[in-house]
């Protein structure tokens, strides 16, 4: 009798995790074709199209609509925090001939600056952040902690590019409305999360729900480091989704020299505008800067 010896299957290379339970990519993949990668202008279509089935509502004065609360599924990664090649980030500075709570930057030079309260898909966040440095524009963004828990790493790419990073509170509740225990809360949430992800509290606050903030907000906010509250002259309307063409109609009608401008991510209108708005800004002798930039 001839037996038939069958070769050992080989061993499989097993798929390397995060903590989170996601592939780390550290496992070697074939190169892609290079006819399926999509090109800038696709993937900026593609975060359009990411953004429009998950729109996010606005901090509108009225606060009937809030944007919808991320819940953290794991802590951040370890290889999300500072890490020792990390340059800390800026930190809240204060800017003496500004009052506490700013609402515009000096009317005599011909600045701007863009400023997203940071939630919603990151993907549309990053494609709003590479149409800005292309058009060799730098933005604030004011993040919402429970965003930076789900998505750590935006934090570094918002620095990386030379932009902003600020408080926009923990949760985006209606802070105006809190008492001054859980205010200090829903601030310093924020504030302790961008400490770990960047070395420091952020370089701004801006309160939620709400355009300004109240006295005992402003306070609070003074007390865990924020000098100024930042606010803002001209609201876009993004979170409303009144279309591209209007959002940019919106921006263009009321900018001016030292114009702080209120934007948000997540928001399908605001991906498509901001190219048109950069453009104008540009015709009309308008730079894009950060805030701290347009003081300065």
Request: positive net charge.
């Amino acid at each position: 009798m001839v037996r038939v010896i069958t070769p050992a299957r080989p061993p499989q290379p097993s798929l390397d995790r995060s903590p989170d339970g996601s592939p780390d990519g550290s496992v070697a993949r074939a190169a892609p074709d290079p006819r399926t990668v999509p090109d800038r202008r696709a993937a900026l279509r593609s975060g359009v199209a990411l953004a429009a089935g998950t729109l996010a509502a606005g901090c509108s004065t009225t606060g009937v609509v809030a944007h919808p609360v991320a819940v953290s599924r794991t802590a951040a990664s370890p290889s999300a925090h500072l890490s020792a090649k990390s340059a800390a980030a800026p930190a809240p500075r204060r800017f003496p001939q500004q009052p506490a709570e700013i609402i515009h930057g000096p009317r005599d030079r011909p600045r701007v600056a863009l400023t997203f309260h940071g939630q919603g898909d990151p993907a549309v966040a990053k494609a709003l952040l590479g149409e800005a440095e292309k058009a060799g524009a730098r933005v604030t963004v004011l993040a919402v902690g429970s965003w930076l828990d789900e998505h750590p790493d935006i934090a570094r790419r918002i620095l990386d590019g030379g932009h902003d990073l600020g408080n926009h509170t923990l949760r985006h509740l209606a802070i105006n409305a809190m008492s001054e225990a859980d205010a200090e809360a829903e601030i310093r949430g924020c504030a302790d999360r961008l400490r770990r992800l960047t070395g420091s509290i952020g370089t701004w606050f801006r309160p939620s729900r709400t355009p300004t903030a109240s006295a005992l907000v402003a306070g609070v906010a003074r007390r865990v480091g924020y000098p100024h509250v930042l606010s803002y002259d001209v609201d876009s309307l993004d979170y409303t989704s009144p279309g591209a063409p209007a959002v940019t109609r919106q921006v263009i009608g009321g900018v001016r020299e030292g114009s702080v401008v209120s934007l948000h991510f997540g928001y399908a209108d605001t991906v498509a505008a901001l190219p048109a708005v950069l453009e104008e800004l540009g015709r009309r002798g308008l730079r894009a800067v950060t805030t701290t930039e347009l003081l300065s």
